[in-house]
């Protein structure tokens, strides 16, 4: 099982701030299987990245991601208020796994 | 639009079982397959498994393989996943979303969830 490892556990920055979230992975991942997801309290997680780099629909440029093989970022060019949630890395293959999840938090 | 809708909340005892469900609308159904996820309380997402809506293969995390079981019915676009032998770690909200499917050779695997149920807790009690 490919374990993903996000850093930091919580990122406490002010609006306005960029956002630098990190993820990686026990072993090398396929780019085009490597997404990322936010999720507020009490809702579903929502699809912001798949393939390491393509923005799901809806999803505003403000948002982007990199990496490839075992590192992967997720960049927040400008955080606003509502972007303070969590963020997972997910792998996808016959047996899928989640990072444990970044906090970014208002500082 | 494409909705997910799932069943209610279930409260279980200690070794049942449980079968939740999850509607969709929207879209072709079998072009699609369903992957079920996972969130214990103040916890991260965990990854249960996946159906090919088509074929009816399914993926399973080895965690819960075994107590397990995916299914769907095309007829009713409507997709279930039943968790037997429950224990008080299996307490958490249980999310289908909808999965791309993707092959590589022989082997078929759900990327790309886009779409999410709204999530149905099950509390497992002693």
């Known amino acids: 099982e490919i374990v993903l490892t996000q850093s930091p556990d919580t990122l406490s920055l002010s609006p306005g701030e960029r956002a630098t979230l990190s993820c990686r992975a026990s072993q090398s991942v396929n780019s085009r299987y490597l997404a990322w997801y936010q999720q507020k309290p009490g809702q579903a997680p929502r699809l912001l990245i798949y393939?390491?780099?393509s923005r799901a629909t809806g999803i505003p440029d403000k948002f982007s991601g990199s990496g490839s093989g075992t590192d992967f970022t997720l960049t927040i060019s400008r955080l606003e208020p509502e972007d303070f949630a969590v963020y997972y890395c997910?792998?996808?293959?016959?047996?899928?796994?989640f990072g444990q999840g970044t906090k970014v938090e208002i500082k | 639009q494409v909705q997910l809708v799932q069943s209610g909340a279930e409260v279980k005892k200690h070794g049942a079982s449980v079968k939740v469900s999850c509607k969709a609308s929207g879209y072709t159904y079998t072009s699609f397959g369903i992957t079920w996820v996972r969130q214990a309380p103040g916890q991260g997402l965990e990854w249960m498994g996946w159906i090919n809506t088509y074929n009816l293969r399914t993926n399973y995390a080895q965690k819960v393989q075994g107590r397990v079981t995916l299914t769907t019915d095309s007829s009713t676009n409507t997709a279930f996943m039943e968790l037997r032998n429950l224990r008080s770690d299996d307490t958490a909200v249980y999310y289908c979303a909808r999965s791309r499917v993707t092959c590589i050779m022989s082997s078929c695997f759900g990327t790309d969830d886009d779409y999410w149920g709204q999530g149905t807790l099950v509390t497992v009690s002693s």
């Open positions: 997910q792998q996808y293959g016959s047996s899928s796994t």
């Open positions: 393939g390491a780099s």
